[in-house]
């Protein structure tokens, strides 16, 4: 069974800092999709960015990127120029890449990023 | 606009009662899906349909059901069987298989 994990319940920066957070995942798959997801305190949940386990480049939207090292398992999101309305908490997911709409997202247990003034 | 429509935003069920969170979506979305947010835990997938009048067990059924009767709408019953149901619930719907998941902005049910 595919597992996600985060290793980091809390972090803090700096607002215009850069920050890294850090997901592992297990499985077996070669071929799957990684994603993460911010939750502010509105609890809305908001996709920051996807990634193909079989596109080599990693994907980057606008401040945000991802460092994905397939063979160490490896999904890290990094935040750059933080800004306040960054704070929130970030999920990372798996989800295998065949099933159909039975595929599901497997989550990790989050990580709560502070940005400070 | 179109997404993904869940109410109430709070509830509260009394001891031995079913109470039902609802969930609507305009995106035109086949497949749809209920999780459950506890805290420390992230999401856990309880019930998910991918076409009208179908649905599936997630990893926590035990204590839930759902009705999938029409493709907009895909209603959760937290059943008197659910011990401990308070959480923050999520629905989301997808279009393609591997693509994002759309999310409904969550309901919060506590017990009295």
């Known amino acids: 069974a595919q597992t996600v994990t985060q290793s980091q319940p809390e972090m803090s920066v700096q607002e215009a800092e850069t920050v890294t957070l850090s997901c592992t995942y297990d499985?077996?798959?070669?071929?799957?999709?990684l994603f993460w997801y911010k939750q502010p305190p509105s609890r809305q949940m908001i996709l920051v960015i996807r990634?193909?386990?079989?596109?080599?480049q990693n994907a980057t939207e606008n401040r945000f990127s991802v460092n994905f090292q397939k063979a160490a398992k490896s999904f890290s999101l990094k935040i750059s120029d933080s800004q306040l309305g960054d704070t929130a908490m970030y999920f990372c997911a798996f989800m295998r890449g065949y099933g159909g709409a039975t595929n599901k997202l497997i989550f990790g247990t989050g990580t709560l990023l502070a940005v400070q003034p | 606009d179109g997404g993904i429509t869940q109410s109430p935003k709070y509830l509260f069920r009394k001891e031995g009662q079913n109470v039902t969170l609802s969930c609507e979506q305009n995106?035109?979305?086949?497949?749809m899906y209920w999780y459950r947010q506890d805290p420390g835990q992230g999401l856990r997938l309880i019930y998910y349909?991918?076409?009208?009048?179908?649905?599936q067990k997630g990893d926590i059924a035990e204590g839930y059901s759902v009705s999938r009767e029409k493709k907009e709408s895909f209603p959760l019953t937290v059943t008197s069987a659910q011990k401990n149901p308070t959480a923050f619930y999520l629905c989301?719907?997808?279009?393609?298989?591997?693509?994002?998941?759309?999310f409904g902005s969550g309901t919060q049910l506590s017990v009295l």
């Open positions: 349909s991918q076409i009208v009048n179908d649905f």
């Open positions: 989301a719907s997808r279009m393609g298989n591997y693509e994002k998941l759309f």
């Open positions: 995106l035109n979305h086949d497949a």
């Open positions: 499985t077996s798959e070669n071929n799957y999709y």
């Open positions: 990634q193909e386990a079989y596109k080599q």
